[in-house]
Nanobody, 125 residues
Framework: QVQLVESGGGLVQAGGSLRLSCAASGRTFSSYVMGWFRQAPGKEREFVAAISWSGGNTYYADSVKGRFTISRDNAKNTVYLQMNSLKPDDTAVYYC??????????????????WGQGTQVTVSS
């Protein structure tokens, strides 16, 4: 079983920055595909970013490309989401997710095996 714990959410003004962290349990973290998703009130959960097991490949939703950066530190079993130039539309609960093995897509939530509890990000205008 893999446990994921997010941290780093909070309230920030538009144009500001936040860095989310997701600490993972498990001895084989370095083999996991990791992703970030978000869900705003009244909306479906949507893909934000993903990173391959080695960190060599990253994937982003068009809405965050150029503003958000996903990275990982396999020595610390941690994945990060650096969020810059935040907008009110980025307000959501952000979830960390893991694929224990690549299961066909980086973008679909159904392909992820484990989820964190979420952390709230609120961007004020």
């Amino acid at each position: 079983q893999v446990q994921l714990v997010e941290s780093g959410g909070g309230l920030v003004q538009a144009g500001g920055s936040l860095r989310l962290s997701c600490a993972a349990s498990g001895r084989t973290f370095s083999s996991y595909v990791m992703g970030w998703f978000r869900q705003a009130p009244g909306k479906e959960r949507e893909f934000v970013a993903a990173i391959s097991w080695s960190g060599g490949n990253t994937y982003y939703a068009d809405s965050v490309k150029g503003r958000f950066t996903i990275s990982r530190d396999n020595a610390k079993n941690t994945v990060y989401l650096q969020m810059n130039s935040l907008k009110p539309d980025d307000t959501a609960v952000y979830y960390c997710a893991a694929q224990q093995y690549y299961s066909g897509s980086f973008y679909r939530s159904l392909n992820y095996h484990y989820w964190g509890q979420g952390t709230q990000v609120t961007v004020s205008s």
